[in-house]
């Protein structure tokens, strides 16, 4: 059974940082592309980052391009986003996800596997 389980979100002042952990219990995770994707209130599930299986290539959303950074530990088998300059606009619930196929993707549709979230408020 795969288990996807986020950690690390809390309240920050603006200008602050956060590091998002998302710990794996997934086969071979060392194989699998990752990604985070967050949902502001009131607001679609957008995407914020990707890391390849290796960790090679990442790509980010334009929004958080700079002050966002996504690594991954195979050994631990988690993914982690480090975030800084943090905006009251990045307010949402986190959730990390496993694409199965090979390639980074942006797309929602193309994860097969979600944790349930942690919440990030960054106040003003």
């Known amino acids: 059974q795969v288990q996807l389980v986020e950690s690390g979100g809390g309240l920050v002042r603006a200008g602050g940082s956060l590091r998002l952990s998302c710990a794996a219990s997934?086969?071979?995770?060392?194989?699998?592309?990752m990604a985070w994707f967050r949902q502001a209130p009131g607001k679609e599930r957008e995407f914020v980052a990707v890391?390849?299986?290796?960790?090679?290539?990442?790509s980010y959303a334009d929004s958080v391009k700079g002050r966002f950074t996504i690594s991954r530990d195979n050994a631990k088998n988690t993914v982690y986003l480090q975030m800084s300059s943090l905006k009251p606009e990045d307010t949402a619930v986190y959730h990390c996800?496993?694409?199965?196929?090979?390639?980074?993707?942006?797309?929602?549709?193309?994860?097969?596997?979600w944790g349930q979230g942690t919440q990030v408020t960054v106040s003003s």
């Open positions: 996800a496993v694409r199965l196929g090979a390639g980074i993707s942006t797309e929602m549709g193309r994860y097969k596997y």
């Open positions: 997934i086969g071979t995770f060392s194989t699998y592309n």
């Open positions: 890391i390849s299986w290796s960790g090679g290539s990442t």
